[in-house]
């Protein structure tokens, strides 16, 4: 059976800010309108924030967002950032197309929107490109023809999330590029990894300085193990198991022993899986 799903919809059609057949352009209360949970952005530029209050509050808010009904409110669809400056701004309403849109929609729809600005900090773009490939079913190929990538960059973000917590929250920080990540995924353990990590803050070496320290430290060294392949059916299992919990699942070990192991990005999402792997059906 092919489990692969993408939307119905064109990306373009869903974000469109011009109301369609089927849309209701109103003016909702900004305390009626809650962010999308799948939003990959977890760190909002406050100089740019700004930028756009002061704008907001000379002009209004020229765009609408785009919002679907939730419950007795909304839930943004786009336009989070336009919200917020709103808010900041003492705004009371916004304006906003309310349009009819899956949970499925939605939740491309905020990490493709995102991925496609170019402005996640490497860890955001990770998080989004590992939530999307868990969700649907895609594979690195598919997901990069969705948005506009080679499938070595999806590759190379993707190993980011192999690096220790410490070293990630430097790169949602900018304390560290993504040059520097991709030197210290050349060492062995996390216990080197970090070990090199404070040496690079510590001295702010450069991506160079970095790479020939990395060059040095593993010289000489004999090429690690090849992994054992793993079975078809854990592979699958894996796979499985991503797209019903809507997030990162790693299965270590074999048939017969092992672990699982399941990711999640933030306080909210800890909860949401704990309902649903609590839950008997």
Known sequence: ????????????????????????????DVDHVEPNPHQPRKVFDSNALNELTASIRASGVIQPVIVRRQGAGYQLVAGERRWRAARQAGLARIPAIVREVT?????????VENLLREDLNPIEEAEA??????????????LAGRVGKERSSIANALRLLRLPAPIQDDLRAGRLTMGHARALLALTTPAEQ???????????????????????ATAGRPPRPKQRRRSAEIAALEDALQRALMTRVRIVGGER??????????????????????TRH
């Open 194 to 216: 970090l070990k090199l990590r404070d040496e690079i803050l510590a001295h702010d070496w450069s991506v160079r300085a970095t790479e020939d320290t990395v060059r040095t």
């Open 1 to 28: 059976m092919n489990t692969k799903r993408g939307l119905g919809r064109g990306l373009g059609a869903l974000l469109s800010s011009t109301p369609t057949e089927g849309d209701t352009l109103l003016q909702v």
């Open 103 to 111: 949970d499925a929609e939605s939740l491309e729809l905020a990490l």
């Open 257 to 278: 022993q092992g672990r699982i192991e399941v990711t999640y990005a933030n306080a909210d999402e800890l909860e949401r899986l704990a309902v649903l792997l609590c």
């Open 129 to 142: 490109f590992d939530k999307l490939l868990a969700r649907f079913g895609w594979t690195q190929e598919e």
